[in-house]
């Protein structure tokens, strides 16, 4: 990236709905950072930003949702994070684009963070930064925040009309980012009538759960989930919040529903610690997720998707080690075969060791069978394929990123690690450092990301031929050292459903 910089009095100004914003150019990309999308009111609906004079600056990234727990740094080789000032005044969005020019009709690519539906933001990881995979792709590059947790999805409605849809407030605030960008984004370059929605981990889920989101309809074209889907359960039933807000007023000496609105959320979260172990004892505190209503109809699975949704191509897909991010076993370079066998027997047992490492190396002949133990299963990323698939109009693409990493005698692909080859920014994570191979599985991945949020399509960039997925041809894009389109793993992840947990993936 050439290294100038520029940001005058009257350069760059774009004109938005509400008023005129101030960003900078840097290295040829246009930033517009911390820009407020909508205004929201304690555990009510968001609403537009209202009209302001003159012109705002937009150079910094806005606060960040408050968290319920502290944070607590770990892993930082693994996934380097940063940590962002927070406030409840926290729905804006940062941008990236090289292009104001309202004729360029750029893809639009908006990305929603993980952290499930409480922690995380649009700054989190240093990977999340849009700068150069606007520049590799010529795209239009979105990030957003919203509400969290308590704040985004507690489900007080059964305390009256006002707060009907306060369970799925932090995804309305979604909801009125992307329509934000349908009103706005043309004078950042982008084209409103070509928006992709991407997102990893709980981000993956928002683009899951905004599929079957009426309000959604319209405002986004395009779907990619990075290991945010599984497969098939029995519905959740629905699990009132009312005793958390009881036990919450209890505990702040109030007696109206009303005062939990007011409250300063630094009191607020100290009664929440102080009465949720008690909750959790009794089996009435869960996840926080978005709360099935006439609002957000429910998970695919349980409803069927919208018919409008079953046009919306996606990509979906997950990594070859979710939650591997303990230390591989010592040694596993130099041990014997023997000495493998016994570490995976033990953890699937004496009969099944030998299938699973014969199915493994079918598979994954170079790489570390020891590396079964991180193994994710991934059968259930597959089955919602299949299911989209057969319920669907448009094309559904599956992928495993398989790469294994120059840390600890070689990781595989753990819970986050592709983000920084999605978003091109390997440059920006050291442990993704490998010659000769990161630059071209980075241009791979983020090729294919940015092929199907123009097309439709994630075929080309110097890929292998990617068939759509279906359930008579389950086809996965390996994304590794050489990727590959195939279905090799199928075997392997049918033995080891059988004598491993059935996790999310």
């Avoid at 693994?78 to 940590?83: A, K, V, Y």
């Avoid at 982008?190 to 309000?215: C, E, H, M, R, Y």
């Avoid at 790489?367 to 919602?384: C, F, I, P, Q």
């Amino acid at each position: 990236m050439e290294k100038t910089f520029v940001c005058t009095e009257d350069f760059p100004i774009v004109q938005t709905r509400a008023g005129l914003l101030r960003g900078y150019q840097a290295g040829g990309i246009f930033y517009f950072l911390g820009v407020e999308y909508a205004k929201a009111k304690r555990f009510h609906m968001p609403t537009p930003v209202p009209a302001w004079e003159g012109v705002k600056d937009a150079h910094f990234a806005g606060p960040v949702c408050p968290l319920l727990d502290e944070e607590n740094p770990w892993g930082d080789v693994l996934i380097p994070h940063r940590f962002w000032p927070k406030s409840e005044d926290c729905l804006s969005l940062n941008l990236w684009t090289r292009s104001l020019d309202r004729a360029a009709k750029k893809p639009v690519m908006v990305w929603f963070h993980g952290g499930g539906y409480s922690t995380g933001s649009a700054v989190e990881m240093v990977a999340y930064d849009g700068d150069r995979l606007s520049e590799f792709g010529d795209v239009v590059v979105v990030t957003v925040n919203h509400r969290l947790n308590i704040l985004g999805y507690f489900d007080l409605s059964e305390y009256g009309e006002e707060y009907a849809n306060s369970g799925n407030a932090g995804q309305a605030d979604l909801v009125e980012a992307l329509r934000w960008v349908r009103d706005n984004i043309e004078g950042f370059g982008g084209d409103p009538g070509n928006v992709t929605i991407f997102g990893q981990s709980g981000g993956g889920g928002k683009v899951n759960a905004l599929l079957n989101t009426p309000a959604a309809e319209g405002l986004f074209h395009k779907g990619i989930l990075m290991s945010g889907v599984g497969g098939r359960r029995p519905p959740m039933p629905k699990q009132s919040q009312k005793p958390l807000a009881e036990a919450l007023l209890k505990e702040l000496g109030e007696t109206e529903i009303t005062a939990l609105e007011t409250v300063p959320f630094e009191k607020l979260r100290a009664a929440y610690r102080a009465v949720s172990p008690a909750l959790e004892q009794q089996g009435v505190m869960g996840w926080w997720a978005p709360t099935p209503n006439d609002w957000y109809l429910g998970d695919p699975y349980d409803t069927g998707f919208l018919d409008w949704a079953k046009d919306i191509p996606v990509m979906v897909g997950s990594v070859i080690a979710e939650w591997g991010f303990g230390p591989a076993p010592a040694g596993k370079n130099t041990m014997k075969e023997a000495e493998k066998r016994a570490l995976i027997a033990a953890q699937f047992g004496e009969d099944s060791a030998d299938a699973l490492i014969a199915a493994f190396r079918a598979a994954f002949p170079e790489k570390n069978e020891v590396d079964l133990l991180a193994l994710s299963n991934r059968l259930g990323t597959m089955e919602y394929c299949a299911y989209h698939a057969e319920h669907c109009r448009a094309g559904v693409w599956n992928y495993l990123f398989a790469l294994t990493f120059p840390y600890d005698g070689g990781k595989p692909a753990w819970h986050c690690s592709d983000i920084p080859f999605a978003f091109h920014n390997t440059d920006r994570v050291p442990v993704c450092w490998l010659p000769g191979v990161t630059e071209k599985l980075e241009a791979e991945v983020a090729g294919a990301y940015v092929a199907f949020a123009r097309h439709g399509d994630p075929n080309g960039a110097g890929l292998p031929s990617w068939p759509a997925f279906t359930a008579e041809t389950p086809v996965t894009m390996f994304w590794d050292r050489e990727s590959e389109a195939s279905g090799k793993d199928l075997p392997l992840q049918k033995l080891h459903e059988k004598v491993a947990p059935k996790g999310p993936f």
